[in-house]
């Protein structure tokens, strides 16, 4: 017997994040841990008159690919991937890892190389999602993996992921209709605003948003969502920043991150744990040391750092900077194969201001 939760949860990745059409092809790539979800979100696809395809991945079999590839491996992208971003019209990744650091150990030249593979392929995703050419949305299956790193036990964590994605409701997709009008109010707001100051015990920043739309994350992408997110001006950004929260990307924790900017860029890098890594990453192109986005979460029902980017950059509280590619769709220009969140915290002593007009004091929108 299906759990009504994990029903309702397919029921909102397939009719509201994605809006699967008949004669849509909806690709789903998933963890082989989350058939369960993977079976419900395909009747839901088959009920709306799409074609699913279904890709299953195991996070220790790409561990072995990354410890075991040569050189020409690690550059060699399967022409399957470039196809299915070229051609699907919704791709929906549900995640489920058997072990969150299952990359640890491997070297970070390696995953350079292999995000360097996948360049064309980055390219061609970011172009058809700002054009709305394909439609995207990405979760997670409650694993014991990712209840370990948030700290709970299963059972406690499938009630954590049913509740931030509004599963646990009766009727979920009106709830996110109701989140996505009350952060088009906020939008509405900072419609025309230039320039944004940052100033908390973490952060002394100023960038400028002109001509840039800010997003409504509203769970039509991520699921759980709860953010409004734009593409800074590259150039503009300047000052220092401390992210007091883990910064995790491709397995790997670096710890207590601060980055300093200089028109733009990344001129000083430092960190507690892990700086080499922080390193590395910020040389893998050159747009690795401008931003791609500012976000600012807004799901007050996320409470607590659980170690996964998808729900802890939602925390209401909290804003975070993305190294690395920028999002089209809100005009943003930099280009890179990284797309790196970094998570700082303004719930106390903090302000945002826009054009010089307070709209965020001590993590609550005050406009």
Known sequence: M???????????????????????????????????????????????????????????????FMSEAGEAQLAWMPPLDMHMIKNADVWIIIEAPENTRVMSNIDPSRQQARNLAYEKWMETYSKRSAAGELRW??????????????????SDYEDFIYQATFADQVDP???????????????????GKKNISI???????????????????????????????????????????YFNYPAIYQGTAVEGVRLEFERGRVVNASAEKNESFLLKMLDTDEG????????????YGITRFTRNILYDEKIGGTFHLALGNGFGEAGGRNESTIHWDLISDVSSDSEMRADGELFYKDGKFVI
């Open 137 to 154: 949305v990405i979760t997670n299956y409650p694993c014991q993996a990712l209840a370990q790193e948030a700290g709970m036990s299963l």
């Open 2 to 64: 299906t759990d009504i939760k994990l029903n309702r949860l397919a029921n909102v990745l397939v009719n509201y994040s994605t809006k699967v059409r008949p004669g849509d092809w909806a690709h789903i790539n998933a963890n082989w841990q989350a058939i369960p979800l993977v079976k419900e979100v395909v009747k839901y696809v088959l009920r709306a008159g799409g074609h699913p395809s279904v890709t299953l991945e195991s996070s220790d079999l790409n561990e072995v």
């Open 173 to 191: 997709v009106q709830a996110w209709r109701n989140l996505h009008d009350e952060q088009e109010r906020l939008i509405s707001w900072l419609e």
């Open 288 to 299: 690795a040391r401008f931003l791609g986005e500012l976000g600012i979460g807004s799901n």
């Open 199 to 241: 100033r908390s015990a973490h952060a002394d920043l100023t960038l400028s948003v002109a001509g840039r739309k800010f997003i409504n994350s509203d769970g039509d992408q991520n699921m759980p969502s709860g953010e409004i997110f734009t593409s800074p001006v590259e150039e503009s950004v300047n000052g220092w920043v």
